[in-house]
């Protein structure tokens, strides 16, 4: 967003309230969606796939209504991707509250359009003054003092209308999220239905129709049920551990694969990379690595220590790291192998988190153990003109980040 005008600072325009601690034994029930880092985008914007409720009570001050900004002023890995980040809380967010690690803007004035306000603080500029003034070593932060003091440009037309176009193309993107979401979701609740709770297989047992479904579907399913290692399972379906039908490629320590050029690097992602959704600011590592080890958009991650996620990788070619699994099958699909990681993820999590270390993680050994009931490749191959369309949405939304990116470089 660059252009000509010097506009006032922050602290002229806003005071900021800060947010405080949380009792974690009330998260989940009914309540104001916390608003910590989880919830705001590496460099800025809002992130709605890790949210939780908070049942316990919370001072009004420390409550956003769709439409107000909040920000980090800190941060816990050395990126300084999310130190001073901002986000604005969404339409779909009724009510959200601050957590110890965020703080809400209040504006004292109307003088200056808050979208802008919003826009410039999601500029490279604002980003780069925010890390060349991080404090800390291992967590970063940034004092109220710096954060207030940053001088915003000035509202002019050529801006006003760019921030038109960014919030039109933000409504774009945030349409895509929730189309996204909710395919994914379809896509995830067929899978449960077809290969955990076998639904057509019972309706068909019991001579009923399988729901949802036309004819030509219903008759891949079998009308019967045959015991195995893990109970009853389909007939003709075969019990298969996650890593005997897809292979998990454990990533490298790349700080031992330096690049050999300035102009001859493999962006390295990390844990940090894979929920940022892009390698802006990683560190580089060597471009002649095996071909395994690099990662191409489409391709399914998994960081299985620290922050458990499953994702498509979407940010451009990059090195994988140690701490992620890269997955692959040359036996099914990628969205079965995709829905399967993620169904086991929730129990994952709970291994990880009962882990007596600083960073929580699982062993191969739990992939061994997380087991299905896999139909003849015939059968998966017919459904996957039903499930693999549901989860490539999810490909085409980092081509409309980019146009934000874009205009405002």
Known sequence: MQSEGIGPT???????????????????????????????????????????????????????SPGDLYVSLKDVTQSGDLLGAVARLPKSVPVGRLTQDTVKLVFDTASYPPSLLYWALRAPEYRSYCRERAIGTTNLSLSRDDFLAF??????????????????????????????????????????SWFIDFDPVRAKAEGREPEGMDAAAAALFPAEFEESALGLTPNGWTVRSLDSFATYLNGLALQKYPAEREDEYLPVIKIAQLRAGHTNGSDRASARLKPEYIVRDGDVLFSWSGSLEVEFWCGGEGALNQHLFKVTSSEVPKWFYYLSTRYFLPGFREIAAHKATTMGHIQRVHLTESRLALPPASVMRALSTVVGPLISGKLRLPEAQEHVQDALA
């Open 151 to 192: 001088q915003l440009p000035a509202a002019t037309r050529p801006r006003l209308n760019l921030v038109e176009l960014l919030e039109r193309i933000e409504h774009r993107i945030d349409l895509l999220r929730q189309t996204n979401a909710t395919l994914e979701s379809i896509a995830q609740a067929l899978f449960k």
């Open 10 to 64: 922050l602290g002229t325009l806003v005071n900021i309230v800060r947010g405080n601690t949380y009792k974690s034994a009330l998260l989940g029930l009914p309540g104001p969606v916390l608003l910590g880092l989880a919830s705001i985008q590496r460099d800025g914007g809002f992130r709605g796939d890790s949210l939780k409720t908070y049942g316990g009570e919370s001072a009004s001050k420390l409550l956003l």
